[in-house]
């Protein structure tokens, strides 16, 4: 018995995903591309079994409408496609076109690519194309920290009660309780943390699971 979670060796944590929701070779192929194609970006890839998590968490309330704000190579997308119910549809917001394109591969494998839309340009600005009124049952931010505030603004709106929004990296690596954090990022995160625990419209928990991920429900 312990009050605090325990601390994964890396053979701990290969157990953790083995006996968990172990990658398909879709999951696989789609890792393995993105560290030989994108050696220095695969970090901004989730985990494995933050993948298999989402994908339980997606099917477990039901979830029919979803948004994505930062899709990268694509596994995000595909956890959560593969959770939403019969004729749910999955709506990603990202910048980039090279590296949506091996996303966008990687969906019509999975035979996915026919419940996803992918709109290229900054969220910011792309997330206005949303209808304004409560709709959303879920939602998953992993983009520019700096921007994750105007995104929460965006999305909390349009979540319908009950909902969830699923916030990625709230922990940076450890740096979060950093003194002085230094970079922008975590310098944004820390504040972005405390905008979240105060929000009055939404009840939510962080769970140190990957780098860390907020789990906040639409009162």
């Not at 695969?42 to 704000?69: C, K, S, Y």
Request: charged content about 25%; proline content about 5%.
């Amino acid at each position: 018995m312990t009050k605090e979670t325990l601390a994964l060796s890396p053979e701990l944590h290969d157990y953790v995903v083995a006996n968990g929701s172990a990658p398909d070779d879709i999951v696989r192929d789609l890792i393995d591309e993105t560290a030989r194609v994108l050696p220095e970006d695969q970090g901004m890839q989730i985990a494995p079994d933050q993948a298999g998590f989402m994908t339980l968490l997606t099917r477990i309330i039901g979830a029919r409408q979803a948004v994505e704000i930062g899709t990268f190579t694509g596994l995000s997308s595909i956890a959560i496609a593969r959770g939403l119910a019969e004729g749910g549809r999955l709506t990603c917001f990202d910048v980039s076109d090279e590296f949506t394109s091996i996303a966008r591969r990687y969906w019509k494998r999975a035979g996915l690519d026919d419940r996803i839309e992918l709109r290229i340009g900054p969220a910011a600005q792309t997330l206005s194309t949303l209808p304004g009124e409560p709709h959303l049952d879920l939602a998953f931010i992993d983009a520019d920290k700096t921007g994750y505030l105007t995104y929460w603004e965006a999305l909390v709106p349009r979540m319908r009660p009950g909902g969830l929004i699923l916030v990625d990296n709230v922990l940076r690596h450890g740096h979060i309780i950093d003194p002085d954090p230094g970079d922008a990022g975590t310098i944004a995160m820390v504040e972005f943390n405390r905008y979240v625990l105060a929000d009055e419209r939404v009840e939510s928990v962080l769970l140190p699971l990957a780098d860390g991920l907020t789990i906040a429900r639409r009162l």
